[in-house]
């Protein structure tokens, strides 16, 4: 079988790539649970694993009833 990444890090690689490029800013809202899993073609229990995972990371906040945001990154980051 052909080593293939986990969709789970696809997803985590993309957005970490994307905030460190600049192209999701802070405060920058994400997708919801169900339009990453379309988005990506995953299923949502994949994309909330993915996102808790960024959330550990300190590259995102979520907020209750509100959705996942990117966070202020520091200086060390």
């Not at 990444?5 to 405060?27: F, H, K, N, P, S």
């Not at 590259?59 to 509100?66: A, I, M, P, T, Y």
């Amino acid at each position: 079988m052909a080593n293939r990444t986990a969709d789970y890090v696809r997803v985590v690689e993309t957005i970490t790539a994307q905030i460190r490029a600049g192209e999701l800013a802070a405060g920058d809202k994400l997708p919801t649970y169900a339009q990453l899993a379309d988005q990506y073609k995953i299923s949502v229990s994949t994309a909330q694993a993915a996102l808790r995972i960024l959330r550990d990371r300190g590259l995102v906040e979520g907020h209750q009833g509100k959705g996942t945001y990117v966070a202020a990154l520091s200086e060390s980051s």
